[in-house]
């Protein structure tokens, strides 16, 4: 169950870093002219259909594997390991190619405000974080309590993590070469995922 926890920890504060979430809601606020507490709002509407999305996906796969760990006596302690471990080899293999989405500056030029934000939440919905996924499917595993923390953990940090980027970058109190870190965020989720399939063979 820590290692449960603390990956999923490790997963959630990787997630609120990478750039792909927050970054096209910050450009466009830019292009827009949006204040910066305009861009916040619109920031957490976006955060919040992504992370609603999510959870929902956790809770199902939670469902699931309390179901697989009733029916499949190793389940705990050999294929959810494994499913971590392979998951974190995709992610490493797939780093290179993103698959986030993006509005062109045709579209965003032929629509009007409230068609953006819904542009963006809609698409924020749709592109639910898989990374955590695993993490529901192993804690569904555990007691209750265990998915309702990474539930509530993931949430916190992913919203909160989106919200104090944008008002960092916005400022201007930080310029980094986005595209890297992002590109080379899939790496270390891969690791994170690899790292926790091994313990949870050794730790229960």
Known sequence: MTSLLIGSLLISLLHALIPNHWLPVLAIGKKEGWSLAETTRITFLAGMAHVISTVIIGLLLGLIGNELTDHIEHFTHIIAPAVLILL?????????????????KEQIEKKGKRSII???????????????????????????????????????????GMLIW???????????????????AGIITGLVLIITGIISFFID
């Open 166 to 184: 944008i008002r960092i970058v916005y400022k201007g109190l930080l310029k980094l070469n986005w595209h890297k870190w992002e590109h080379n």
């Open 118 to 160: 819904l542009a963006l939440v809609i698409a924020m919905f749709l592109s639910p974080c898989m990374e955590i996924e695993a993490y529901f499917l192993l804690a569904g595993a555990k007691e209750w309590y265990v998915l309702a923390a990474i539930a509530g953990m993931y949430s916190i940090i992913t919203i909160a």
């Open 88 to 104: 974190g080899l995709y992610f490493i293999m797939q780093h290179y190619k993103h698959h986030h989405f993006h509005l062109q």
